[in-house]
T-cell receptor, first 117, second 115 residues
Framework: GAVVSQHPSRVICKSGTSVKIECRSL??????MFWYRQFPKQSLMLMAT?????????EQGVEKDKFLINHASLTLSTLTVTSAHPEDSSFYIC?????????????FGPGTRLLVL | AQKVTQAQTEISVVEKEDVTLDCVYE???????LFWYKQPPSGELVFLIR??????QNEISGRYSWNFQKSTSSFNFTITASQVVDSAVYFC????????????FGTGTSLTVIP
């Protein structure tokens, strides 16, 4: 149980295009979803926290107009990297939390590797 | 200030050796949780263990064991008889009730097991 999927697993795009990454909780309802970013050989950095039906809360230094987050349902959150540039190339990981399962545990997706040319 | 410190950036051991990965945390909360995750080259985070602040019992799961000591704010992870498949980056993480259970990750320890 508590499976989180991400799609796509890998994406290559041209500079200036927008990329959408989906995060789904497959067998539970996620009251909160988190988006992380991980550069090579570095740790996971929290980008934003989103609760279903409300606006995402972004961490300091993360541009909300650049990284659009939509959490329209209890099983789906999307991250759209708008006008992507090479410096946005990274590994993006989402996680989901369900108060019904465990308030303190996040269930992580497999990640999406973004390469912007 | 770093809430979770993993001082060992990279460790290499020869297969069958035991290895301990250190994790030191900092919190003022009395209710918190500690986690260890494994991240193989594929990138997916693999959950290993969760421990709450009220349970200081050490835990053993196969070749894995964890030593939680509140007195030193440490939650160390030991792999006995290491295997090549153990090669990965290991992250320690802290979740505090006070901050809404936001995760704070350490910088990770890259373990290489040499055959």
């Amino acid at each position: 149980g508590a499976v989180v999927s991400q799609h796509p697993s890998r994406v290559i795009c041209k500079s200036g295009t927008s990329v959408k990454i989906e995060c789904r909780s497959l067998d539970f309802q996620a009251t909160t979803m988190f988006w992380y970013r991980q550069f090579p050989k570095q740790s996971l950095m929290l980008m934003a926290t989103s609760n279903e039906g409300s606006k995402a809360t972004y961490e300091q230094g993360v541009e909300k107009d650049k990284f659009l987050i939509n959490h329209a349902s209890l099983t789906l959150s999307t991250l759209t990297v708008t006008s992507a540039h090479p410096e946005d190339s990274s590994f993006y990981i989402c996680s989901a939390r369900s108060l019904a399962l465990s308030q303190e545990t996040q269930y992580f997706g497999p990640g999406t590797r973004l390469l912007v040319l | 200030a770093q809430k979770v410190t993993q001082a060992q950036t990279e460790i290499s051991v020869v297969e069958k050796e035991d290895v301990t990965l250190d994790c030191v945390y900092e919190t003022r909360d009395t209710t918190y949780y500690l986690f260890w995750y494994k991240q193989p080259p594929s990138g997916e985070l693999v959950f290993l263990i969760r421990r709450n602040s009220f349970d200081e019992q050490n835990e053993i799961s196969g070749r894995y064991s964890w030593n939680f000591q509140k007195s030193t704010s440490s939650f160390n992870f030991t792999i006995t008889a290491s295997q090549v498949v153990d090669s990965a980056v290991y992250f320690c993480a802290l979740s505090e009730a006070f901050t809404g259970n936001q995760f704070y990750f350490g910088t990770g320890t890259s373990l290489t097991v040499i055959p």
